[in-house]
């Protein structure tokens, strides 16, 4: 391709990484991706006939596309945002978004956690039925048919939903009248979720969606053994960064509420298919789901409106848990399974805290335990004395690399850990890179440093005489990239993790106020989360995010919420658990806290503790 | 426009009234239509400008649109078989369908029934809920708010689907927290169906769809009374006449299958559009509906396989009630709200028949009574010492004026009686319009007069000494319009009939061998069915359609399945009733029954009684 040298150069913000670079003149939004140490994979070295660097134009304006593009996108052109990077420039600046398949390597998602053994214990039994051949003499209905063949073992009456029923004539016929049944005995029902092939074996997925990832758990339900997990972007983040931005693009229109629920579900169906083509399994064979997230992500999920959460007092449609016919609901799994949500504490504390909570079993703990799930929202639990408060907090995206000048999400490539030491900074990168940004537990390793080294004083104003900082405009400069670009930390980052510690620490200070007990009075603190998994303890203590307790009583759990999720996959009986739980739980509503305002900006400070001790 | 004289003549048949016309020379389809005596509207006699004579190309090929046709069609181009009928010459022999909006008056269309009183008994309670506005004390959900609201008044939990809580929102803020709820109170469940402002009245639907009309009723649920009767035209017969047809079109692949569904509830939605504009009412305020249908188009309707149907033994895939969410299958009324389908007996005899059965009660009946429900598929049910035997005879369409030449439905202009005495022919045709063709009763009239007159033998054959007859071709002439156009009756057109009544007449006789009775045992015929009801009964015995008893033993009911579809949508214990007489009833599988062969080459005959008592 022939360049004609005259496009400028412009802020490319790229999503989901959260990255922003400056494009330089002349350049493709391949190469400046590239450049920014982003793993596009580009295997025609940028002809435009590989087609592999697709890209989605989300905002801004881009060249017209060449016939390149028109022939490798084919089809895909139904959606004029879909680019090949290597074949375009930006006329403006630009937000585009690069799916999974066009990156070499998927971002780092946490979705593991902290997992309790729990026994298998769903309602599903399983028989084999053996069906009579309709003839002349025997016209009974097919669900007749099955019903009876059913009776005749279980004496019993069977239901089902005409989903189900509509799927029986074709697997009888071709399974030669003997078939697997799926049924969910419960409360005095019988309901038919699946007809199968004798020999299928059959699963449950595990879902936990955050604002920005999605962790998905594949169990074999038979044995209760998890076969798969995997980690993807949620693509909602195209449409807004974080819940309160996407909740006010839901309440813009009815359209933009079900385009935020129909991009879940169908990033929900690819993975589905994903998983069933590598382990080789047919979508009936798969009887079960749980969704857990916070509340308006459930709400999204479960199209429901969202404008309540948009306005105070952010009261959410439904508390209580929900159990919802997957296949009317889009999801193509088993005609008769159902999606199960765990019960939503409040308007922002959803079904994934009530998972989290399950997971840790803090509700039946003698100890009095802190549980922190860290995101963009931060979900605290205290339970003291057999009660347990809790809130939430509004941390912000700054530990997932947002609203960082150089932030960046946990990707190869970011800067995690950082140490100042006479005046020279040391770095670790994810993935051992080129350090091309930094993310959340860079963020806070560098501002313990900074903080140690005298670089930012208690309020996080720059000591304008440490030679480490630049005079003029007050950063300072981590990294210089061999193309001479700088990673920088500027006053404003310093502001960012100031009130999202802050945040997350009057959050503990508060529900310990309503406890009635000091901080050091907790036992275990335990803290979930893909940041909270990452996060250097020591710099969180020193920049006063955590109390100064011994470290000895911080547990980093990784993701909670998914583990709650596998639990009341595998065992049902915790969903009777859930319900209780969520029942049990105290919101406290921070803002209506006559304490809040002190609270805060005490822990605004940027020490160990912060300016707490003088309040209590 | 200006013609350019050179189209020739075609074959066009118009749908959905089923005349066959022959267009001239450079003629139009509307003038086509017009002189066939359809009543097509042309406001602006053809000059193309009213845009009313709109038609759908179903098979054929037409001229290309004129700028007139783009002009007025408007967005209806999305659909490119919408035409203009007086912008349009056929290039081929097609099928066009008109729609009921390009008629001026519309078919006569049998909706009412006999209709026993019943009480009004249903599971719907009715509430006035206040709810506390939400705080920063009182932060409960939405939903929970008001399952609150009504616990306090009826003590009882109260379910509801995920469909139904996510109107909740919207509907308690615009009313001020202060609504009308509709609940199900049925087996130890309370089901919210639908939230509504306090002063709203709440109305059912019941269906009765026929494979060629559907009968439409809209009843005030709170007192009972019908508020509107209305019948239209089954859209699906544009693609299949009958449902043998439909069942093989459906059978082609899966595309065709929603396609027939996707027709039949469109138009339903199409229905309560209108329904709802025309008494001003939100379909929120319709919270129950009944749909009746033979076997096939109840499959079609749920969105069942109907392959089962379309091969021998020809079982259902299901015979028991349904019960389905409105919402979840397209049915755009209250969010809690249900549709109900009694059960189908048998492949070929429906849950419009067990309606049917149920609104003549001839479940409860100590006499012996024999129910014949005619249509292209006629189902008949005798009653005989508590215990019911029904068949299914393929009586054919000829009765709704299809494979007969000059056939026509009974809609205005077409010849419903005829008398013919001393080799002179009288007719009769609805609205007293000119004869354009002959419908269903009127054919069964011809019949009985051409043997009276010994025009046909006993065989059916023409008597070529006659001086009615025409010698070369043997026809009857009927009717000579003023442009010379001949209304005839065919040998073929015999034939059909003899088909058409010697099924329905073994029909009966095999269920009497069954009773082990005489036909002129029973007590009562109940003729159901639009044709039933405009049928002449003396004509019917002189061909043997059926058996010749006094006359007053017949007793012609009209809508019997439509009559009984509105009791099932008044009284839910009727539902129960229904179940049991679907239980009670025994299907006769005529083709399996020995004596059926020798039945009906008898019942073939021309004659009072056919062959039939030879036989006996």
Redesign the interface.
């Known amino acids: 391709m022939e360049k004609n040298h005259k496009f400028s150069s412009f802020i490319i913000n790229i999503e989901p990484i959260g990255k922003r670079v400056i494009s330089h003149e002349d350049e493709t939004l391949a190469e400046c991706a590239l450049r920014a140490g982003i793993d596009l994979i580009t295997s025609c070295n940028g002809l435009g006939v590989c087609g592999s660097c697709k890209i989605e134009l989300i905002e801004g304006q881009l060249t017209h596309p060449t016939s390149n593009e028109v022939n490798k996108l084919g089809k895909l052109r139904d959606n004029p945002n879909m680019r090949l990077a290597c074949q375009t420039f930006p006329l403006s600046d630009v937000t585009i978004f690069i799916p999974p398949g066009s990156l070499t390597q998927g971002q780092q998602l946490q979705v593991e956690g902290q997992y309790h053994p729990i026994a298998l214990q769903t309602p599903f039994q399983v028989y084999i039925l053996e069906l009579d051949q ?4 025997d ?6 048919r099955l019903q009876d063949a059913y009776f005749s073992q279980v004496h019993q009456s069977l239901s089902a939903s ?1 989903t189900t ?2 799927e ?3 697997i009888i016929r071709s399974q030669n009248w003997k078939v697997k049944v799926i049924v969910r005995e419960e409360n005095n029902k019988n309901e038919l979720i699946s007809i199968l092939p004798p020999d299928s074996t059959y699963y449950g997925i595990a879902l936990d969606i955050g604002s920005t990832k999605i962790a998905a758990f594949l169990v074999n339900l038979e044995n209760g053994e998890m076969l798969d997990q995997s980690g993807f972007m949620n693509p909602q983040i195209a449409l807004g960064e974080d819940v309160v931005n996407r909740i006010s693009h839901a309440m813009q229109n009815q359209d933009n509420s079900k385009k935020l629920q129909n991009l879940l579900l169908d990033r929900i169906h690819q993975y589905i298919q994903e998983i069933s083509r590598k382990y080789k399994l047919d979508p009936s064979q798969i009887i079960d789901m749980v969704v857990v997230g916070n509340t308006a992500i459930h709400h999204l999920f ?4 969202v ?2 959460l948009g306005e105070a ?8 848990s ?1 159990s ?2 997957a296949r ?2 889009g999801i193509h799994i088993a005609p008769g399974a159902s999606v199960y949500l765990p019960p ?1 504490i ?2 922002y504390v959803g079904a994934d805290h009530t998972a989290a909570v399950l997971a840790t079993r803090i509700q039946d703990s003698p100890q009095t335990v802190c549980l922190i799930d860290i995101g963009t929202n931060t979900e605290i639990s205290l339970i003291h004395l057999e009660k347990i408060h809790a809130c939430s907090c509004a941390s912000g995206p700054a530990f997932e690399g947002a609203h960082i000048q150089d932030g960046m999400r946990a990707a190869p490539g970011a800067i995690d850990q950082v140490r100042i030491e006479d005046n020279k900074i040391y770095l670790s990168t994810i993935g051992k890179k080129p350090a091309t940004g930094i993310c959340g537990s860079g963020i806070l390793s560098v501002m313990a440093e900074m903080r140690k080294n005298q670089i930012i004083d208690q309020r996080g104003v720059f000591n304008r005489s440490h030679p480490m900082i630049n005079q003029d405009q007050k950063y300072l400069v981590l990294n210089k990239s061999e193309n001479g670009q700088e990673i920088r930390i500027t006053r404003k980052d310093v502001n960012e993790v100031q009130l999202a510690k802050g945040a997350i620490r009057s959050g503990i200070e508060i529900l310990c106020q309503k406890a009635n007990i000091q901080p050091d009075q907790i036992d275990h603190f335990l803290i979930a989360g893909a940041f909270g998994n990452y996060l250097d303890l020591a710099s969180a203590i020193e920049i006063g995010m955590f109390p100064d307790v011994p470290l000895e009583k911080y547990h980093q759990i990784g993701n909670a919420a998914g583990a709650g999720a596998r639990m009341l996959l595998i065992n049902h009986d915790q969903r009777k658990v859930a319900e209780t739980v969520g029942k049990q739980i105290d ?1 406290v ?1 921070l803002t ?1 806290e006559p304490s809040f305002n002190d609270t805060y900006v005490s822990a605004l400070i940027m020490e160990k503790n912060g300016n707490l001790k003088q309040l209590l």
């Open positions: 309709p003839s002349l003499k016209l009974r209905g097919d669900w007749e005409l029923i509509s029986i004539p074709a479960c199209g429901l409106p404008k309540s007092p952010y009261v959410p449609v439904i508390q209580t929900l919802i016919p009317h609901h939503n409040a308007g919101y509503e209506a």
